[in-house]
């Protein structure tokens, strides 16, 4: 069956320029998360979706990143003026329902930021 | 603030040779320890649940347990194919945190 899909797998952009990642959760999952994996390090939370809504953004780094998500299905996390520091392999992952322990994961998307 | 300390962070073994991976949290009420495997450029699979101290879960070569403070991933007789990082996480207000995980390379 058809896991978490992300695209793009890999994204090298000039310092400056958006991006958008993309999310495709499995059908039928409510809870959509992002987490950010820098090179070598753990994953770090960036914003949890239950439905179309996002009930914790805490872990967004700054204003430049944004996510939304359109109904219980595509979600898009966005980053403005991308920096260097921005570079990182970001992971999304889905759930039946939020609070449970059990994800699943995508392959990433890595973002290099020239 | 809860947190996740996974120790070694990184473990060579040779094949056949057992070890022991250790996480320990710091968690107002928990709600699940959480095991994950995660293969070079992929994203982390999911391994175990543990709710309670005492509690056991086994998978092929790999046994989590469970006491108040602390998780250990027991990895017996290990193969080449279980070269892999292993990540724990504990639940905070419907989201997951994760440790830093353990870089284990097992060599024939």
């Known amino acids: 069956g058809a896991g978490v899909s992300q695209s793009p797998s890999n994204k090298v952009t000039e310092k400056g320029k958006d991006v958008e990642l993309r999310c495709d959760p499995i059908?039928?999952?409510?809870?959509l998360y992002w987490y950010r994996q820098r090179l070598g390090q753990g994953l770090e939370f960036l914003i949890y979706?239950?439905?179309?809504?996002?009930?914790?953004k805490s872990g967004l780094p700054s204003d430049r990143f944004s996510a939304e998500r359109t109904g219980e299905s595509v979600s898009t996390l966005t980053i403005q003026r991308t920096q260097q520091e921005d570079s990182a392999v970001y992971l999304c992952?889905?759930?039946?329902?939020?609070?449970?322990?059990?994800?699943?994961f995508g392959e990433g998307s890595r973002l290099t930021v020239l | 603030e809860d947190q996740v300390t996974q120790s070694p962070e990184a473990l060579r073994l040779q094949e056949g040779e057992s070890s022991s991976l250790n996480c320990s949290y710091t968690?107002?009420?928990?709600?699940?320890l959480f095991w994950y495997r995660q293969d070079p450029g992929k994203g982390p699979e999911f391994l175990f649940t543990?709710?309670?101290a005492g509690e056991e879960k086994e998978k092929e070569r790999l046994k989590a347990t469970l006491t108040k403070k602390e998780s250990f991933l027991h990895i017996t007789a290990p193969k080449p194919e279980d070269s892999a990082t292993y990540l724990c996480?504990?639940?905070?207000?419907?989201?997951?945190?994760f440790g830093t995980g353990t870089r284990l390379q097992v060599f024939p």
């Open positions: 059908s039928g999952h409510t809870a």
């Open positions: 543990l709710y309670s």
């Open positions: 979706f239950q439905g179309n809504s996002a009930p914790d």
């Open positions: 968690v107002s009420g928990l709600r699940g």
């Open positions: 992952a889905s759930s039946p329902w939020t609070g449970t322990g059990e994800l699943f």
């Open positions: 996480a504990v639940i905070d207000t419907d989201k997951l945190i």
